[in-house]
């Protein structure tokens, strides 16, 4: 079986909107699981230069699918291997919410296997 790794990363500058209002981070993070392919996501890690806690949410077809909180000036792992099948035409992005007018880094690694 051939597997193909996809990892959505990077450092991102953020401003809160409010903890109840997601806001997209960057368009790197938006994935699309290709034709013809399943795809499993295997671990979040991410971490928080702000002096508040902050929260990043796994959206699936623009619905919260997970939510990862990372305290202030924290950071946290995450496995994820067992959670479930992504079909093909699956839509994933990582949205932030933070405190309004929270400002700062945030640090996403986020990992991916299409089989």
Do not use: C, W
């Amino acid at each position: 079986m051939h597997t193909t790794s996809v990892f959505r990363q990077g450092i991102f500058e953020f401003e809160g909107h409010g903890l109840e209002k997601s806001a997209p981070i960057d368009d790197s993070l938006h994935y699309v699981v290709p034709l013809g392919s399943t795809a499993q996501a295997l671990y979040f890690r991410g971490g928080n230069s702000s002096n508040e806690l902050i929260v990043v949410v796994l959206l699936r077809g623009g619905v919260p699918m997970r939510y990862f909180p990372i305290g202030a000036r924290g950071h946290t792992h995450v496995a994820l291997r067992v959670v479930e099948d992504l079909d093909a035409g699956t839509e994933l992005e990582l949205q932030l919410a933070a405190p309004e007018g929270v400002t700062g880094s945030v640090v996403i690694d986020f990992g991916l296997v299409e089989v």
